[in-house]
């Protein structure tokens, strides 16, 4: 599905991202973690396609083809989603409107003709379901005074709506409360399939107590520099990310 | 839920240029080339005008003779004005051997083509879409669908031409009552040459029972276009009355210089929309209409209301300020307009709010929109005068940017002569934000219709006072309009 090897990348001549390799496979669910500051969002950035960031070296293979050389509305139509970790407002374009876009760019690029409105707004009701969004935050514009926990089940309810193959949540856990953060796991959950993986950011391990993943990598200064199971994440909330500093020989900083 | 955005809304975008750049070949009656006495009586002469008509032209025409003589082209506005040499142009063009038509059977089929290739509702179809269209093709009014359906109701919707003729006493009475043939250059030139135009009256307590439409379009190359419309509500009445422009490409730049002029009576309501896409000049600033419009509403009875909507796309220059004096007690005024400029154009454009009576309100948003190289400049003057007591005003002037080669300018004048008025302004400028694209693109939208989307949006508060079969063709205009905007 997703393979990056070697991968360097910078912002404004500030290398972030300093030799990172990962490979995801069909099914699977990763996550990343580490510390602020360890290059988290950069990699989202970079897989997304965000254009403020420089790939100086390595290579991005999703589904064999050089991920790198498609334009982000591109990677998007391919399958791939990033759930954002500060979803943007867009006013006076209403969710509805915006999703149906999106779709059938989606569609199109399937070779697929537009959905019909009725079978559309059937699936907006379905999905809206499935992550507990009011309806009503359908009728609004996108994102547009959206409290920040309907923002993250928004991202989970486009998820949902865009039916992508590798889906990316970048620090979705964040802000949440309990129960939104529950709500968020299950609707992820119920997409896991064998054929979609997931990659999820994430600064805390709570999420995964929700979703569990099947490998965890840590990611600090640029570089993944530990990989394990589940079992990882929970040696990191008891130890904290100090440990892994200093057994990779960092000073730290209180 | 609405679902009529929903359809087709991004489909028939793929459209490049400008749409409506056709030209009609039918044959043409011009008067001669040039402005002078000759030709203002040549025109009225051809419309076999009343000798009252005539001395208003002829007043009007030296009118204009002196203030083109003393000041010229008004250099106030925000506008790279270039010299207008209003002797090398053609004041009058009728299409056809005739000036005008019994009947609409009468009307030559290619006209008819050019209508229905505008999508312009005519007949039958009019009949389905429930609107009146007063269509104006150059200088002559064509065909005035549902006539004898408004009749039974009173009202008078009618080329100005007919007006003249059938009803001579409104008219004498009106016109020139809200825009007098001294308020500005352009006025005293369309005074002087108007070739038609459209004629409305609603009679006292008399709901319009349909949406009136009129369709301007320039189609005879050098041919300014001076079209005038009146429309008088009497008591209590309400009408919405839309305004549609287009003009095929030409090369050289055509003047259009227009007046509107809106009377309401007391608890009248009028409802004056535009949808402006004349041809705006190619991508290199190259040809396009000068658009110098007077439009402006008096209410003069108490609690009488006027609403100015307006999307404004075309044109190389748009110069205008629809406006509301707010003579009646309680009577209020409104002014939406978006105004959208790319590649070289150039728009000034806002309104005048004259408040007179005593708890008159208005309120003004506007929306500007600026890609390309093109400048787009907001002017709006909030005047309340002395006997004006408990007047409020709200403005809200945004200006969007696309790109960072085009300008956008607000210019606010206010002043208050009564300590009780309310005025508030607000005024914003944002850049279509790199992230709100990356946001929309990421979700498998392109560019393009990711403009589309957040222009749309930013738009759409105006947009949503148009009639609904207007809001529909101007998101469409909109999107056409933004094709080639991204990057």
Same mark, same amino acid.
Not at chain 1, 152 to 178: H, N, V, Y
Not at chain 1, 209 to 221: E, K
Not at chain 2, 297 to 317: F, N, P
Not at chain 2, 466 to 477: G, T
């Given at each position: 599905?997703?393979?990056?090897?070697?991968?360097?990348?910078?912002?404004?001549?500030?290398?972030?991202?300093?030799?990172?390799?990962?490979?995801?496979?069909?099914?699977?669910?990763?996550?990343?973690?580490?510390?602020?500051?360890?290059?988290?969002?950069?990699?989202?950035?970079?897989?997304?396609?965000?254009?403020?960031?420089?790939?100086?070296?390595?290579?991005?293979?999703?589904?064999?083809?050089?991920?790198?050389?498609?334009?982000?509305?591109?990677?998007?139509?391919?399958?791939?989603?990033?759930?954002?970790?500060?979803?943007?407002?867009?006013?006076?374009?209403?969710?509805?409107?915006?999703?149906?876009?999106?779709?059938?760019?989606?569609?199109?690029?399937?070779?697929?003709?537009?959905?019909?409105?009725?079978?559309?707004?059937?699936?907006?009701?379905?999905?809206?379901?499935?992550?507990?969004?009011?309806?009503?935050?359908?009728?609004?514009?996108?994102? =547009?005074?959206?409290?920040?926990?309907?923002?993250?089940?928004?991202?989970?309810?486009?998820?949902?709506?865009?039916?992508?193959?590798?889906?990316?949540?970048?620090?979705?856990?964040?802000?949440?409360?309990?129960?939104?953060?529950?709500?968020?796991?299950?609707?992820?959950?119920?997409?896991?399939?064998? =054929?979609?993986?997931?990659?999820?950011?994430?600064?805390?391990?709570?999420?995964?107590?929700?979703?569990?993943?099947?490998?965890?990598?840590?990611?600090?200064?640029?570089?993944?520099?530990?990989?394990?199971?589940?079992?990882?994440?929970?040696?990191?909330?008891?130890?904290?990310?100090?440990?892994?500093?200093?057994?990779?020989?960092?000073?730290?900083?209180? | 839920?609405?679902?009529?955005?929903?359809?087709?809304?991004?489909?028939?975008?793929?459209?490049?240029?400008?749409?409506?750049?056709?030209?009609?070949?039918?044959?043409?009656?011009?008067?001669?080339?040039?402005?002078?006495?000759?030709?203002?009586?040549?025109?009225?002469?051809?419309?076999?005008?009343?000798?009252?008509?005539?001395?208003?032209?002829?007043?009007?025409? &030296?009118?204009?003779?002196?203030?083109?003589?003393?000041?010229?082209?008004?250099?106030?506005? &925000?506008?790279?004005?270039?010299?207008?040499?209003?002797?090398?142009?053609?004041?009058?063009?009728?299409?056809?051997?005739?000036?005008?038509?019994?009947?609409?059977?009468?009307?030559?089929?290619?006209?008819?083509?050019?209508?229905?290739?505008?999508?312009?509702?005519?007949?039958?179809?009019?009949?389905?879409?429930?609107?009146?269209?007063?269509?104006?093709?150059?200088?002559?009014?064509?065909?005035?669908?549902?006539?004898?359906?408004?009749?039974?109701?009173?009202?008078?919707?009618?080329?100005?031409?007919?007006?003249?003729?059938? &009803?001579?006493?409104?008219?004498?009475?009106?016109?020139?009552?809200?825009?007098?043939?001294?308020?500005?250059?352009?006025?005293?030139?369309?005074?002087?040459?108007?070739?038609?135009?459209?004629?409305?009256?609603?009679?006292?307590?008399?709901?319009?029972?349909?949406?009136?439409?009129?369709?301007?379009?320039?189609?005879?190359?050098?041919?300014?276009?001076?079209?005038?419309?009146?429309?008088?509500?009497?008591?209590?009445?309400?009408?919405?009355?839309?305004?549609?422009?287009?003009?095929?490409?030409?090369?050289?730049?055509?003047? &259009?210089?227009?007046?509107?002029?809106?009377?309401?009576?007391?608890?009248?309501?009028?409802?004056?929309?535009?949808?402006?896409?004349?041809?705006?000049?190619?991508?290199?600033?190259?040809?396009?209409?000068?658009?110098?419009?007077?439009?402006?509403?008096?209410?003069?009875?108490?609690?009488?209301?006027?609403?100015?909507?307006?999307?404004?796309?075309?044109?190389?220059?748009?110069?205008?300020?629809?406006?509301?004096?707010?003579?009646?007690?309680?009577?209020?005024?409104?002014?939406?307009?978006?105004?959208?400029?790319?590649?070289?154009?150039?728009?000034?454009?806002?309104?005048?709010?004259?408040?007179?009576?005593?708890?008159?309100?208005?309120?003004?948003?506007?929306?500007?929109?600026?890609?390309?190289?093109?400048?787009?400049?907001?002017?709006?003057?909030?005047?309340?005068?002395?006997?004006?007591?408990?007047?409020?005003?709200?403005?809200?002037?945004?200006?969007?940017?696309?790109?960072?080669?085009?300008?956008?300018?607000?210019?606010?004048?206010?002043?208050?002569?009564?300590?009780?008025?309310?005025?508030?302004?607000?005024?914003?400028?944002?850049?279509?934000?790199?992230?709100?694209?990356?946001?929309?693109?990421?979700?498998?939208?392109?560019?393009?219709?990711?403009?589309?989307?957040?222009?749309?949006?930013?738009?759409?508060?105006?947009?949503?006072?148009?009639?609904?079969?207007?809001?529909?063709?101007?998101?469409?205009?909109?999107?056409?309009?933004?094709?080639?905007?991204?990057?």
């Amino acid at each position: 599905m997703l393979t990056i090897r070697n991968l360097h990348a910078s912002v404004e001549d500030h290398e972030i991202l300093k030799g990172l390799s990962l490979e995801v496979k069909p099914g699977e669910v990763h996550a990343i973690m580490g510390p602020n500051g360890s290059g988290k969002s950069t990699l989202a950035c970079v897989l997304a396609g965000k254009e403020d960031y420089e790939i100086t070296e390595g290579t991005i293979t999703f589904k064999g083809e050089d991920l790198t050389e498609m334009a982000p509305e591109e990677r998007a139509r391919e399958g791939l989603f990033l759930a954002f970790q500060y979803p943007v407002e867009l006013p006076g374009v209403s969710t509805m409107q915006f999703l149906k876009t999106a779709v059938n760019s989606i569609r199109a690029h399937r070779g697929q003709g537009d959905m019909n409105v009725a079978e559309f707004l059937k699936l907006m009701r379905e999905k809206a379901d499935f992550v507990n969004l009011d309806h009503k935050l359908m009728q609004r514009s996108v994102n =547009e005074g959206f409290s920040g926990g309907e923002k993250k089940r928004a991202e989970i309810f486009q998820m949902a709506m865009l039916d992508p193959q590798l889906a990316i949540l970048d620090e979705t856990d964040s802000g949440l409360d309990i129960d939104a953060l529950r709500v968020v796991a299950a609707g992820v959950n119920k997409m896991r399939n064998s =054929e979609r993986s997931f990659v999820i950011i994430t600064h805390y391990q709570r999420l995964l107590n929700f979703v569990v993943p099947d490998f965890v990598h840590i990611l600090l200064d640029g570089r993944i520099v530990k990989s394990g199971g589940p079992e990882l994440a929970f040696e990191l909330e008891d130890k904290g990310y100090d440990w892994i500093k200093e057994e990779n020989g960092e000073a730290i900083v209180a | 839920m609405p679902t009529y955005t929903e359809h087709d809304f991004f489909e028939d975008v793929a459209e490049e240029g400008y749409k409506y750049g056709f030209v009609t070949d039918v044959a043409y009656e011009k008067a001669p080339k040039g402005l002078s006495e000759d030709t203002v009586r040549y025109i009225s002469a051809q419309k076999s005008e009343p000798d009252w008509l005539l001395e208003n032209r002829l007043k009007a025409y &030296h009118q204009f003779m002196k203030m083109l003589e003393e000041g010229g082209l008004p250099s106030w506005a &925000h506008l790279r004005m270039p010299e207008i040499d209003f002797q090398d142009a053609y004041y009058f063009a009728a299409p056809g051997k005739k000036a005008k038509y019994d009947s609409i059977d009468d009307v030559p089929q290619e006209i008819l083509d050019d209508f229905a290739r505008l999508g312009i509702p005519l007949g039958e179809q009019a009949a389905l879409a429930g609107v009146a269209v007063d269509a104006v093709m150059d200088s002559v009014s064509i065909a005035t669908t549902f006539k004898e359906e408004l009749e039974k109701h009173g009202v008078i919707f009618c080329s100005f031409s007919d007006a003249v003729e059938n &009803h001579p006493d409104l008219v004498q009475k009106y016109m020139g009552s809200v825009v007098p043939y001294t308020d500005n250059l352009f006025a005293a030139l369309n005074s002087a040459v108007f070739s038609d135009g459209s004629f409305c009256y609603i009679p006292p307590g008399v709901r319009c029972p349909m949406e009136l439409s009129t369709y301007f379009r320039i189609n005879e190359a050098n041919t300014g276009q001076f079209e005038r419309t009146l429309l008088i509500c009497d008591e209590g009445g309400y009408v919405s009355y839309m305004e549609g422009c287009t003009a095929p490409m030409r090369d050289e730049n055509q003047l &259009h210089a227009a007046i509107v002029e809106i009377i309401a009576h007391k608890d009248a309501e009028v409802k004056y929309s535009t949808v402006q896409n004349w041809y705006p000049g190619n991508a290199e600033g190259v040809g396009g209409i000068f658009n110098f419009v007077t439009k402006r509403g008096l209410c003069e009875g108490a609690r009488s209301k006027i609403t100015w909507t307006q999307l404004e796309t075309g044109s190389a220059i748009t110069w205008k300020y629809p406006s509301c004096i707010l003579k009646g007690d309680y009577s209020v005024g409104e002014f939406y307009s978006v105004a959208f400029t790319k590649d070289y154009q150039q728009a000034d454009t806002g309104t005048k709010m004259i408040h007179l009576g005593k708890n008159t309100r208005s309120t003004i948003i506007s929306k500007g929109i600026s890609a390309g190289h093109s400048d787009n400049s907001y002017r709006g003057l909030v005047r309340v005068n002395k006997k004006a007591t408990g007047a409020r005003n709200f403005s809200q002037c945004d200006s969007l940017l696309i790109g960072d080669q085009c300008g956008a300018h607000t210019f606010p004048y206010i002043e208050i002569h009564n300590s009780t008025a309310k005025v508030e302004h607000e005024a914003t400028t944002s850049k279509i934000g790199e992230d709100q694209m990356f946001y929309c693109r990421q979700r498998g939208i392109s560019e393009q219709d990711a403009l589309n989307l957040i222009v749309n949006g930013y738009a759409k508060e105006i947009l949503a006072q148009l009639p609904m079969e207007f809001a529909v063709e101007a998101q469409k205009l909109l999107s056409v309009q933004l094709e080639g905007s991204v990057g």
